[in-house]
């Protein structure tokens, strides 16, 4: 179990008993007790940053005796919010550009795994994320991420972690656990590297982050057993029960992507405890942030589903620090750090006001403290490596030499528009010159992966239900392996989206059979803009309507390609090595026998 470090214990001593005036006194409340369940009217008591007292007998007494009074005229005092898995480069900002944009949300601490920078440029880059997530008004708190990647064998990122890599990265003070261990079939069948990574997380009292999707009975027992104590990726109210049950953390998620909120709470609803479910966004994309909102988005979508709110309040506050094994953060209680909100009606959850640490940090929607900018070398530098590759290069040769005729070829088939789940169907498709050609059949779409390491590593292949693709869409967003991915209907579109993301450093491209059509630029490791939010979700709103024009309508065209190269979600996605069987943890042929 962890603390956050008190500053001068008997200080606080002294102003718990009114020995010294307290910096802070917040009058006129209502309080939601997260011990307790009740809610009444209380003062609260606040010094040095941390709760002190809180009297909610004689509402007046002591109040002579603060620095500072705050009237909130009857609105609720409640915890700061805590997201209890997060992936910052999913917004496409940076951590600073990040803080700006969550905290008038009433997100005052995030648990995030910088797994995707990690693939791209290593230690150095997880350093990085954590360092420009210091001295900020809220608090990012690393996972060392286990992901890199995120399965040795299936896929070439730009870096490698082992055991070694998290007894170095624990070093650092705001590195909290071990990130979601994403190699589920790794950990239940007791794989070296896993079980090494998570015994040094162990030895270093790191909580262990888990991803185990649709695993039940001995599979998902095993999982536990293994070590990881949490799970973000249940879709499923069979799944979310299943996973309470076995004692683990379920981290209820409403991403930009992944919505899974109502499916769980219908699932669990009915269960007498729900001690342990946390609430999450996983990835959230910069122009959702400013439309919907971050933790405060997923607490009154749940809300909303029927959850009383003093329980959503707790499931996004003091059940994510229990998560992580902080034991003073969480809830608005003497010895609790003074993250809290003010908020004016629990079913439209809106922060008035937004405290961390004791002091106003957000107010209406917006910042009243700065954030300081700061400058990181690593941030210029291009990191999409690739090789020169010619025309042929993006067309899908027939095996063997076969010029003409017909031939079997394994395709991944998403079974909806707007999921990641595939399923492999054996197709046969006519090849013409050497060529398979898809030309007859608008739903189906080529695809490769490029390594952007500076190996030569790169497979193409088919994909059909992907969305129409009227031309080409490329990425250097790729989960997780985040190598260049492009899914397109004519090579000569691919390559010209290939050759303007080696150019510009990386992001999202879009071309018709004829012209480049718009670029979205992600400089930052080919993840991340420097701009801040507004600028970031404007020119990703246009990049968005450009990929739409081309016929991908998709709920989140964005991210669709991003889900191609997931090769830890089931069951058929792509990696630079090939086509990859993600239940069966092997690459299998393009071309059928």
């Known amino acids: 179990m962890k603390k956050i470090a008190t500053p001068d214990r008997r200080e606080l001593l002294k102003a718990a008993l009114g020995e010294i005036k307290a910096d802070l006194a917040v009058k006129n409340t209502r309080y939601l007790n997260l011990f307790t369940g009740e809610e009444y009217p209380a003062t609260i008591f606040i010094h040095n940053g941390f709760v002190v007292h809180v009297e909610a007998d004689d509402l007046k007494a002591g109040l002579d005796n603060v620095k500072e009074v705050i009237d909130a005229d009857g609105a609720y005092i ?101 990130a979601e261990m994403m190699d589920y079939k790794g950990v239940e069948q007791g794989s070296e590297r896993t079980i090494s990574m998570i015994e040094a997380a162990e030895r270093n009292d790191l909580y262990v982050q888990g991803h185990v999707p649709n695993e039940f009975g001995r599979a998902l027992s095993a999982y536990a057993v293994g070590g990881p104590t949490t799970d973000h990726e249940t879709r499923t109210g069979e799944e979310a029960k299943s996973k309470l049950r076995t004692g683990m953390y379920l981290d209820a998620r409403e991403s930009s992507m992944a919505k899974n909120i109502d499916a769980i709470w219908d699932g669990i609803k009915d269960l007498p405890w729900r001690d342990r479910l946390a609430l999450c966004t996983d990835d959230r994309e910069a122009a959702d942030l400013l439309k919907d909102g971050h933790m405060d988005h997923v607490v009154k979508r749940i809300i909303q589903n029927g959850m009383p709110a003093t329980e959503a309040i707790r499931a996004s506050s003091l059940h994510a620090a229990q998560e992580v094994g902080v034991t003073n953060l969480g809830a608005i209680a003497p010895g609790y750090v003074a993250d809290f909100l003010l908020v004016r009606d629990l079913q439209n959850f809106e922060p008035e006001q937004v405290y961390f640490e004791g002091k106003l940090v957000a107010k209406n929607g917006k910042m009243v403290v700065p954030i300081e900018p700061k400058e990181f070398e690593i941030e210029k530098r291009n990191t999409v490596n690739v090789l020169p590759l010619d025309l042929k290069d993006f067309q899908l040769r027939a095996p063997n030499g076969q010029q003409n005729g017909k031939v079997k070829v394994n395709v991944p088939v998403y079974v909806d528009y707007n999921d990641s789940m595939t399923r492999l169907q054996v197709e046969e498709h006519e090849v013409k010159d050497g060529i398979v050609d898809i030309g007859d059949d608008p739903d189906l779409a080529y695809v490769i992966t490029v390594n952007r390491y500076g190996k030569a590593n790169k497979s193409v292949g088919l994909i059909r239900h992907f969305g129409e693709v009227n031309g080409a869409i490329g990425s250097t967003i790729a989960h997780d392996h985040h190598n260049m991915m492009i899914v397109y209907r004519y090579p000569k579109a691919a390559q010209r989206v290939y050759e303007t993301l080696v150019k510009c450093g990386g992001g999202i491209s879009c071309s018709s059979e004829d012209k480049l059509l718009q670029t979205l630029e992600l400089p930052v490791f080919g993840l991340m803009s420097n701009e801040d939010c507004f600028e970031t979700a404007k020119k990703g709103k246009v990049m968005e309507e450009t990929v ?27 990696s630079d090595l090939g086509l990859v069987d993600v239940l069966e943890t092997k690459l299998t042929p393009i071309f059928s026998k």
């Open 548 to 574: 739409k024009s081309i016929g991908l309508d998709t709920l989140k065209p964005l991210l669709r390609i991003v889900t191609l190269g997931l090769t830890v979600m089931p069951e058929f996605k792509y």
């Open 78 to 178: 409640v915890p700061g919010l805590i997201d209890a898995h997060v992936h910052i480069e999913s917004s496409m900002l940076t951590p600073r550009n990040f803080a700006a944009a969550v905290i008038p949300h009433g997100t005052t601490t995030v648990i995030t795994d910088p797994h995707e920078v990690g693939n791209v440029a290593g230690e150095e880059a997880v350093r990085y994320m954590h360092d420009a997530g210091l001295d900020l008004p809220m608090r990012q708190w690393i996972n060392i991420p286990s992901s890199v990647p995120a399965v040795p064998g299936l896929e070439e990122a730009g870096a490698v972690f082992d055991a070694g890599v998290v007894d170095r990265l624990a070093k650092l003070k705001n590195v909290i656990g071990l």
